[in-house]
């Protein structure tokens, strides 16, 4: 293996770590059980709307909607039990309804009206970004808020449902590993397994490569590229949901970085391992990369106006690993 090989292959997974002993080495606590439950709780909720992007990826295709799809669920999870008093099992659903909608119309724009992904979704986030405001004015939704109509919000979010935004399980010592972590574990195995060992999930793949080849050698390629919306939307719509669990009220600017930052870990994955493709696996490497970056800086007091740069910039080098440096980037 020559040296721009391993580079290729394990520079990304050495940048990782690398940065994990450079966060230890110069802030006190990073290493701690808590600052890794910080990075746990921040990565799941990414990571979840990374791996509904990765199938979009995965067709050729590309969902700019995810962050304003995961506030909308988040909002309607919200309203559904503080203000329609409804129980969780009636809020989950509601939720995962609003990703399957959002992402069959997301399907049918890009397939059917030819509208291109980044237009389409564009356009959804905008509507999305709209319409979660309409019911309550613009307003968050808490436990006893007065209403447009002047009436009082006096639902209450229950403890089953704050459970899996709150709830840690025991991992060697207590209290360490949050549901949400879970979340985002059973989902990756389970995108990772449909991705790679299932007829459904190679054929995405091919589809992706080279749609017209696809086409000729039968498989229906415009239903494999909606269900890839719909698989975003419902992740999307899981990340507001563990969301709403989080912060136990509506808060209609909580979602505003979860687009940049699950965007970044999905592309970030294409450097994992050497890809070079978009891939669960390196998604969720992508995901944790992110949280421990963003954890060490904030660790560090660095200015919030600077962590995007800086995610950039590692964007931008994860991608020259993926690309500029393998011969399998070339067009």
């Not at 940048?15 to 799941?44: K, R």
Request: glycine share 10%; with cysteine; aromatic share 10%.
């Amino acid at each position: 293996m020559t040296l721009r090989d391993f580079a290729i292959k394990y520079g990304f997974i050495a940048l990782l770590l690398g940065l994990i002993v450079f966060f230890t080495l110069a802030t006190d606590g990073f290493a701690s059980p808590q600052a890794a439950v910080f990075i746990f709780q921040s990565v799941a909720i990414t990571g979840v709307l990374a791996l509904g992007v990765t199938a979009t990826l995965v067709v050729g295709g590309f969902d700019l909607s995810i962050g304003s799809v995961a506030t909308t669920a988040m909002m309607a999870a919200a309203y559904a039990m503080v203000v329609l008093e409804q129980n969780a099992i009636v809020a989950v659903a509601i939720c995962l309804v609003i990703g399957v909608v959002v992402g069959l119309i997301n399907g049918f724009l890009i397939v059917y009206m030819r509208v291109p992904d980044l237009l389409a979704t564009l356009g959804m986030m905008f509507l999305l970004v709209g319409l979660q405001r309409i019911p309550t004015e613009g307003r968050s939704i808490a436990t006893g808020m007065t209403m447009p109509d002047g009436s009082v919000a006096n639902g209450t979010f229950s403890p089953g449902f704050l459970a899996l935004g709150r709830h840690r399980f025991d991992f060697f010592i207590p209290n360490l590993i949050p549901v949400s972590v879970v979340v985002l574990l059973i989902l990756a195995v389970l995108i990772w397994f449909f991705l790679e060992y299932t007829r459904f999930g190679r054929m995405m793949y091919a589809v992706g490569s080279n749609p017209k080849a696809a086409e000729l050698a039968g498989a229906p390629v415009k239903a494999y590229k909606i269900w890839a919306y719909v698989i975003s939307g419902v992740f999307a719509s899981i990340g507001g949901i563990l969301l709403a669990a989080r912060l136990g009220r509506g808060d209609i600017a909580s979602g505003n970085n979860l687009l940049l930052d699950s965007v970044a870990a999905a592309l970030i994955g294409f450097a994992v391992l050497g890809a070079a493709k978009p891939n669960a696996f390196g998604t969720a490497i992508g995901a944790l990369f992110v949280g421990v970056l963003l954890q060490g800086l904030t660790m560090m007091n660095a200015p919030y106006y600077t962590q995007d740069f800086v995610k950039g910039v590692v964007l931008v080098v994860a991608l020259v690993f993926t690309f500029a440096l393998s011969n399998r980037g070339r067009s």
